[in-house]
């Protein structure tokens, strides 16, 4: 299974970079991918010029396969009633920080794949091409795989992978309840349905036929090993990159990173509006991390947009999404082709 994934995406590794919007750009993802894993690029923040260039930049650094994942959520409607109940809750916070609500902007900020976004993926032909949330519609699911590209998408329940396996994924990605970032579940928002990475991962492998790829919490050669020990086919990794000079990385989330407050990670939906696992800080703390006043994913983001760049000006993530997994303790700041290089001895590869 180990070679059967390395040979799907035409890597030397099954060690798969997660993508990670606002942390990373190409750099990253070269690293990886010159290093014998598969560099990740996340191109649902970026816009059309943004992703042509990063693309041209990943391929003037490297022949090695790379990897562009989009999301695939559904847009939500505006909602004027629930945008007022967000905003009312964050006021006191707009009063402390001399801000006017007035001058905020409502914007998504995140894209799902569309046929507009597909029309100017297909001429860059990415080699593998992954998905959260789901993915795109049959028609342009069709056109991805049609250029021969690699579909890899998430699963959070063995319902999900055997969706996505039915629907023509070449690989699933077991997303754990570990994992840092955004969830990547999209049949049932009970999130009481979702388990650790090690209860789920056996029984993704027992009920499909295609590789499945380990992710959350893995970030060294143990973890490396001990999901493959369960049946993964190889491995995707995310926070354990978070401090490799690679990556994008600001000060402040290095900072939350190696200290104390990484131990305590929570899920919030308080920064975009949808479940995404970060260390906690004060915003979470005195809302509730999965407060109900945050509009739908990703209209949510906006609103708190400006108290986030108060806040960091004056050297404070009270409002910055500190995005990490449960394992933080794995992160080192070693540059990212080293560390996967790392990663690999847990699949007996030095």
């Keep these: 299974m180990r070679l059967d994934l390395a040979a799907l995406l035409g890597t030397a590794l099954p060690i798969i970079q997660a993508p990670m919007a606002g942390v990373q750009g190409s750099a990253l993802a ?29 391929r003037a650094a490297t022949d090695r396969p790379f990897n562009l994942n989009f999301f695939c959520h559904v847009p939500p409607e505006p909602d004027a009633a629930h945008e007022a109940r967000w905003r009312e809750r964050l006021a006191p916070y707009y009063a402390e920080f001399g801000i006017d609500p007035a001058g905020i902007g409502a914007g998504a900020g995140r894209q799902p794949f569309s046929a507009a976004l597909c029309d100017l993926v297909e001429p860059l032909r990415p080699p593998v091409m992954s998905f959260h949330f789901g993915l795109p519609a049959p028609q342009l699911l069709a056109r991805v795989k049609g250029w021969g590209a690699r579909v890899l998408a998430s699963a959070t329940t063995v319902e999900e992978g055997l969706w996505l396996q039915a629907q023509g994924a070449d690989a699933v990605i077991a997303q754990g309840l570990e994992a840092g970032g955004h969830r990547g579940h999209f049949m049932s928002d009970d999130l009481s349905r979702q388990s650790g990475l090690f209860a789920l991962l056996p029984q993704l492998v027992a009920a499909l036929e295609v590789p499945v790829i380990a992710a959350g919490g893995i970030a060294d050669a143990a973890g490396v090993a001990a999901a493959m020990a369960l049946g993964a086919a190889g491995v995707q990794v995310g926070t354990a990159y978070l401090l490799s000079p690679e990556a994008t990385t600001s000060a402040l989330h290095r900072a939350a990173l190696q200290s104390e407050a990484a131990r305590h990670t929570a899920l919030t939906r308080l920064f975009t509006g949808r479940p995404a696992r970060g260390i906690v800080n ?6 509730g991390p999965m407060s109900p006043d945050a509009p739908a994913f990703p209209l949510a983001t906006a609103a708190i947009a400006p108290l986030r760049a108060k806040a960091e000006a004056a050297g404070r993530g009270d409002f ?6 449960q394992n933080a303790a794995g992160c080192r700041p070693v540059p990212a082709g080293e560390l996967t290089r790392t990663l690999a001895e847990g699949l007996g590869v030095r």
């Design 30 to 58: 070269i690293a990886v991918s010159q290093a014998g894993g598969l560099g990740s690029l996340p191109c649902a923040m970026l816009a059309p010029e943004a992703i042509e260039r990063e693309v041209a930049a990943i």
């Design 320 to 325: 910055t999404p500190l995005w990490s997994g």
């Design 282 to 287: 004060r915003v979470m703390r005195e809302l």
